[in-house]
């Protein structure tokens, strides 16, 4: 079983493109008749579709890793605490998952990779989603301590209130491109011509 695509993925930090890797090997190597179970990076797989936001792929592949598998790689079921934290939307729990676990050397990049993107993620989320927010909150949603979540969002032009331990949510201009097609300019005014005549 050759996984040395996967390899040079991970060396090369193209996480998005790790799960479909993987799947596609398991059908070659399962239509193949080999006996993978043992050998399969089941960490890396889960973990990669989890990257991507595949949690239902995740979700069947944790169904399929054989029971013996789970049991004896822990790092496997570590990293399905973390989907299982998506699932059920416990935002500060995807955070503590990942900081719940002393990672392999094979996965720590691509832990570190999704930590960011997850972080990246929620605070887009409380862009969103308030005005205003508690630090405490929002030190919960980016998975920081108090202070790191401060000067996290402080940097994205964030205001905080010491008083009443609350941010205000500087929220980024929507910019919008208009494309002004000169054909369906030309169609508009004739016809607003025809009405008027």
């Known amino acids: 079983m050759d996984l040395s695509r996967v390899r040079e993925l991970l060396e090369s930090k ?3 493109k790790v799960a479909d890797i993987c799947d596609n090997l398991m059908l070659q190597v399962a239509s193949d008749g080999i006996a993978y179970h043992d050998d399969w990076p089941y960490s890396i797989h889960l973990l990669a579709h989890i990257y991507v936001h595949d949690i239902n792929s995740a979700r069947f592949l944790w169904k399929s ?3 013996s598998v789970k049991e004896g790689q822990p790092e496997v079921t570590a990293v399905w605490k973390i989907g299982q ?4 939307r416990d935002y500060a729990g995807v955070h503590e998952a990942i900081r719940g676990y002393e990672w392999s050397q094979d996965l720590q990049g691509l832990v570190a990779a999704f930590s960011e ?6 605070f887009q989320l409380l862009l969103s989603a308030y005005s205003t927010i ?8 980016l998975g920081m301590n108090e202070d790191d979540a ?6 994205h032009g964030w205001t905080v209130d010491p008083a009443s331990e609350m941010f205000t949510v ?3 201009p929507i910019v919008t491109e208009q494309k002004l097609d000169p054909s369906k300019l030309q169609r508009l005014t004739e016809y607003v ?3 008027e005549h």
């Open 134 to 141: 508690s630090i405490q909150d929002t030190a919960s949603f």
């Open 117 to 122: 993107l997850y972080t990246k993620k929620m």
């Open 65 to 67: 890793i054989p029971s």
């Open 14 to 16: 193209s996480y998005d």
């Open 170 to 172: 500087k929220k980024q």
């Open 193 to 195: 011509f025809h009405l």
């Open 85 to 88: 934290r998506l699932w059920l």
């Open 150 to 155: 401060t000067n996290y969002v402080l940097q």
